[in-house]
């Protein structure tokens, strides 16, 4: 029984869990720690469970997910929805239909194929099956403008509402409590940490809260001080009368290029989607009072689906509508959910911002999050989802707003490789941006910040996105030619710079860092942090700055999308005792490199220091004059070769960038963006963190041993992982691949298959100019990891057909 808070006498003062909201990710996450044996949960519902959003979803639940873990995830929630009311008694609606995908369009076929590659990978079953095929599965479809389709037997359909009763109720079987009628308006600290919540009926003391409230978690977050950036968007689906043909196995079907799916209801059809330019729903802040209500209906927002769910099924045209629902769902600022422990507040956890997609996520997501909760880390790489993915900025709410707006629609829209987001932009921005722009930059957008991508020449546009040879690469190629050949300058002043001062500051980082850190001033050390699993959190750059007022100084320079990330995991291991201050100097400095051959003449023309190569030694770093400028050279490259990269106070950026651009000229200087800076480093074979480097991969696995110390004195987290695993065979292997045929072109995310067999996937690609054809790096797992070596021929799936590539080894021997 769910107890209603109404007598003082059953209303607990303690819990070491606390769980703020009753939906389906709520209870998935009560159900998953009570199974773990955690018997000490107390989930706290402000109206009735599945009052908010969960109860009026149409219950599609589908397994196919752009990577291996969330895809893990999926598969798990399947089987858990499929035995579920055997375990509890409570029906759930499960049934197993299967469901089909259709393409309309040839690239949308092309993507549909690369799709079911990956997911065979992934280990779900999906076949490709013709339009003749797709239509004896779903008779009551149009099928004669089909390019094809897949089917995957395994998915299928829930109701929602039952659904989270039976987690419920299986949760409350192990020991759970559950309080309806209780509104959290309160959440306490003490020394940085959870400490209790308040309520109306209250206050609850607790170890550990975690904020499972659906639309309303950002404002509930910001209780506290956590930003949990969502936001609602009113969301519709038609449900109709019984229909001639459509039963209860009838499988779901999703025709994205219409942006519809469908679904059996009751012997007639539910008919949803996600429309290109979605309706955000203003409402600040929504009411605690918003329980099992709708909002109204608007069949002019709804119209575009309407019209193509008519072509594609044209019994819709005569079916009566029941009705038009029109519900708030929460979507992400990059459509993906918000897992994990909040950065700011220690023992905060939040689970929410579903994109539409929390019935079938949640049965993985609460085991995610039990997973997470009771090892205090996450139990993989769940970065995708990760809550640290998200700085600050990204909770303001015009922002959200507006970005809402377009990711709703990414759901099915076409999703064309290395396409940018749009809304919210420009938001961070470098000195250099308005002169980089008027130099033809194209800018792509990285945790928030704008990054010249490529340099357009002669006025020309932006080429249209494609599947093929994308129309920017004669202008990366030449970015890349001036790198190997003379001299390209990157404004690189994304990066995430962290500096970390204080009298402990050695002994954190010797701990967290796997090299040694022991370095005198002026060294800089490339070094990986690594989990206990030996996995990599982060690698970065540290420098170790000259001491000031006795105090040790690094500057840690990591990913542009990794500063919040990697402050929580350095923060989170100093010690209570540990004097140590870790500061977010991100925005101080820019960082403008020079890459190239002709990178040591062009600074000894605009510096009277002496930076040469037997001057300033690599990985050597100090500060020059530059210009009327001083600034920290560091010397070191990224892309292979010379280089430096130079770290300038960012008020004089202009000052520094003009001098470069004057002094370089003749020299054949050139602005370069990243898409050249990302296909010389493929080429080159170094890893970037969260495509070759994560916490599921170690040193061993990446062949990254540069940055690891196994014998320095002081111990590291992860070493004991690392020497536990060393002699053993390799769970998996990273290897680069070089295409054969010089016409065709790669993005990443293929399948790489062997012997018949699909043994891992290509995790970065780029052009390679000294192979005049696409390289990449990919990992081979399992058996492969142990065959596969350097010569070896492997077969890409490119959209659907094998490609040859040639196998080698950056790091062999
Ligand atoms: C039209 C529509 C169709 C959909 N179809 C699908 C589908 O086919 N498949 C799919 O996977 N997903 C679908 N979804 C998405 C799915 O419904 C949601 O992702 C999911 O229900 C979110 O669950 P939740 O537990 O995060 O949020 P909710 O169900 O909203 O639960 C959050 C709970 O927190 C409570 N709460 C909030 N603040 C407090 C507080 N301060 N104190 C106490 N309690 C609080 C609320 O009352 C609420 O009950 C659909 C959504 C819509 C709108």
């Not at 579920?84 to 369009?105: D, I």
């Not at 004669?144 to 949760?171: H, R």
């Not at 309706?279 to 605690?288: A, D, F, G, L, V």
């Not at 704008?450 to 030449?478: D, S």
Request: proline fraction near 6%; charged fraction near 20%; glycine fraction near 12%.
């Amino acid at each position: 029984m769910v107890l209603t808070a109404t007598s003082s006498t059953i209303f607990p003062q303690q819990a070491r869990i606390v769980i703020v909201g009753g939906g389906i990710a709520g209870c998935s996450t009560a159900y998953h720690l009570a199974l773990r044996g955690e018997r000490d949960v107390l989930l706290l519902e402000q109206g009735k469970l599945t009052c908010g959003t969960t109860w009026h979803a149409a219950g599609l639940v589908g397994q196919m997910r752009p990577n291996r873990n969330m895809t893990r995830m999926s598969k798990y929630g399947i089987e858990l929805y499929s035995m579920l009311e055997a375990e509890t008694g409570l029906a759930t609606g499960w049934k197993q239909c299967g469901s089909v995908n259709v393409a309309r369009t040839p690239e949308r076929w092309q993507v549909l194929k690369k799709q079911a590659a990956l997911a065979r990978s992934f280990g779900v079953e999906v076949q490709l099956i013709t339009p003749k095929e797709a239509g004896d599965l779903y008779p009551v479809m149009r099928t004669d403008d089909l390019q094809g389709a897949i089917w995957i037997p395994g998915d299928g359909k829930a109701n929602p509402a039952d659904l989270c009763m039976s987690l419920a109720k299986g949760a409350r079987n192990r020991g759970v409590r559950m309080l309806e009628g209780v509104e959290v308006t309160g959440v306490t600290t003490e020394g940085g940490r959870v400490s209790g919540v308040q309520t109306a009926q209250g206050p609850v003391r607790c170890e550990l809260l975690i904020n499972c409230a659906g639309q309303w978690a950002r404002q509930f977050g910001a209780l506290a001080g956590v930003n949990v950036p969502l936001y609602p968007a009113e969301h519709f689906y038609i449900v109709t009368d019984k229909i001639a043909g459509v039963h209860p196995m009838l499988p779901v079907m999703r025709d994205p290029d219409g942006f519809i799916y469908y679904k059996e209801e009751v012997g007639g059809l539910l008919m949803g989607g996600f429309e290109p330019v979605a309706k955000p729903w203003r409402m600040e802040p929504i009411p605690s009072t918003f329980q099992f209500q709708l909002l109204d209906e608007d069949w002019d927002q709804f119209e575009p689906l309407m019209k193509n769910a008519i072509h594609r099924t044209p019994c819709l045209e005569t079916a009566p509508v029941k009705m038009l629902l029109n519900g708030p769902e929460s979507f992400t600022p990059d459509g993906n959910f918000i897992l994990g422990e909040a950065p700011e507040v220690r023992n905060y956890f939040v689970c929410a911002g579903f994109n539409s997609a929390g019935i079938a996520n949640s049965g993985g997501a609460g085991k995610l999050m039990a997973d997470w909760v009771l090892r205090g880390q996450a139990p993989s790489d769940l970065w995708d989802v990760d809550i640290r993915r998200f700085a600050p900025f990204t909770g303001n709410r015009q922002a959200l707003a507006e970005r809402t707006g377009e990711t709703l629609g990414l759901h099915y829209a076409m999703r064309w490789p290395r396409q940018e987001l749009q809304t919210g932009r420009p938001l961070r921005t470098s000195p250099l941006y308005e002169q980089l722009t008027q130099k033809g930059a194209e800018f792509g957008s990285k945790n928030g910040w704008e990054r010249a991508n490529y340099f357009k020449t002669g006025g020309a546009e932006r080429p249209a996105y494609g599947l093929g040879k994308p129309g920017w690469l004669p202008w990366v190629i030449e970015e890349q030619r001036a790198t190997r050949e003379a001299v390209a300058l990157y404004d690189q002043t994304s990066f995430g710079k962290l500096l970390l001062q204080g009298r402990d500051a050695l002994a954190v980082l010797q701990r967290l860092c796997a090299a040694e850190m022991d370095v005198p001033p002026g060294r800089m050390v490339y070094t990986a942090m690594l989990n206990e699993r030996g996995g990599f959190e982060s690698d970065l750059t540290v420098m170790r700055l000259p001491p000031e007022r006795g105090n040790d100084r690094y500057l840690l320079v990591t990913g542009s999308a990794q500063p919040v990330r990697d402050a929580d995991w350095i923060n989170r291991h100093i010690g209570p005792d540990e004097f140590a201050l870790l500061t977010d100097v991100s925005a101080l400095w820019s960082v403008l490199s020079v890459m190239g051959p002709r990178a040591p003449e062009l600074l000894r023309r605009v510096s009277p220091d002496d930076v040469s190569p037997a001057g300033l030694k690599f990985s050597h770093t100090q500060e020059i004059d530059l210009g009327h400028a001083r600034v920290r050279a560091a010397r070191m490259s990224y892309v292979g070769g010379p280089g430096y990269e130079l770290y300038v106070p960012v008020e004089m950026a202009r000052h520094v960038y003009g001098q470069l651009q004057a002094a370089g000229a003749d020299l054949g200087l050139r602005d370069a963006g990243y898409y050249a800076l990302d296909a010389l480093r493929i080429e080159a074979g170094r890893r970037a963190w969260g495509a070759e480097l994560g916490p599921d991969e170690t040193p061993f696995e990446a062949g990254l041993w540069a940055g690891v110390r196994l014998d320095k004195a002081s111990p590291f987290i992860g070493r004991d992982a690392l020497l536990a695993a060393q002699g053993q065979p390799l769970r998996k292997k990273l290897l680069s691949f070089v295409f054969e045929d010089p016409t065709v072109y790669a993005w990443g995310g293929e399948a790489i298959v062997m012997d018949g067999q699909t043994v891992g996937e290509l995790s970065s690609v780029g052009w390679s100019l000294k192979a005049g054809a696409c390289a990449g790096l990919g990992y081979v797992r399992g058996d492969a990891a142990r065959v596969v070596h350097a010569g070896s021929f492997a077969a890409i799936d490119l959209w659907g057909e094998p490609v040859r590539a040639l196998a080698f080894d950056h790091w062999a021997g």
